[in-house]
């Protein structure tokens, strides 16, 4: 029977070869779907696994792009900001907790791995983190913030009002509010009114300009 160091050893060996492998694959123009599946399925990867390597891996052209789309959180300052907010707000309570499930990826941004967004519910740690993010933001002296939650989630719109009362007594003028389509909103918003968005979420960041990324800018005050 193989000890606890000989399994975990084996464990990092596979995910790092589950990581070069789909590495490959994308930079070779494959679709991740398919690529993300044939990997998992060829390493035999449970569901935390698979959810590492698609939060993790991906093209390198798809990676630099959203890199320099990262700014610095400074650039907040007399700013608009739109926050994705279960997006954020996870993330940050994943620090506040000891960040075990916390994943630095390809393209720069900081991930939690536990895809726990469908299911997420008000919990202890939820002002403490949402504090933190005030804090942050309040320090950087933005114009407005808005926080924007999937309407669809349970209790988003208790949290939007949770959120409300910390930015309200964070002093930093901002708003909560929920939101059919929380994606397509935060991207209409950056167009229309101008701003930087506060996301991890590829998609979004695919298609805007302006980009921070609150969960990592937290952290690394943290340390």
């Known amino acids: ?6 399994m975990n050893m084996d464990f990092e060996e596979k995910i790092s070869k589950a990581v070069t492998d789909l590495r490959y694959l994308l930079n070779r123009g494959y679709r991740k779907k398919g690529a993300l599946k044939f990997v998992s399925d060829r390493y ?3 569901i935390h696994e698979r959810n590492y390597l698609a939060r993790k891996v991906f093209s390198r052209e798809a990676a630099l792009s959203r890199q320099n789309k990262i700014l610095d959180i400074s650039r907040v300052k007399d700013e608009n900001v739109f926050v994705d907010g279960y997006n954020v707000l996870i993330t940050v309570e994943s620090i506040c907790t000891g960040y075990p499930s916390l994943v630095r990826c390809d393209d720069g941004f900081l991930r ?3 895809a726990v967004f469908g299911k997420y519910k008000i919990n202890d740690t939820t002002k403490t983190a949402l504090t933190q993010i005030m804090l942050i933001l309040k320090y950087y002296n933005p114009r407005f913030v808005k926080f924007l939650y999937d ?3 349970s209790q988003s719109g208790e949290l939007s009002k949770i959120t ?4 309200k007594a964070s002093d930093v003028s901002g708003d909560a509010v929920t939101s059919k389509n929380v994606d397509s909103e935060l991207i209409s918003l950056s167009k229309d009114i101008g701003g930087i968005v506060a996301t991890s979420d590829s998609a979004v960041i695919d298609k805007i300009q302006r980009v921070i990324d609150i969960p990592c800018e937290i952290l690394k ?3």
Request: no cysteine; hydrophobic share 40%; net charge positive.
């Open 221 to 223: 005050k943290m340390r």
């Open 164 to 167: 409300r009362n910390i930015l």
């Open 112 to 114: 939690d791995i536990n």
């Open 151 to 153: 309407s669809p989630v």
């Open 44 to 46: 035999l990867l449970n």
């Open 1 to 6: 029977m193989k000890n606890l160091e000989s």
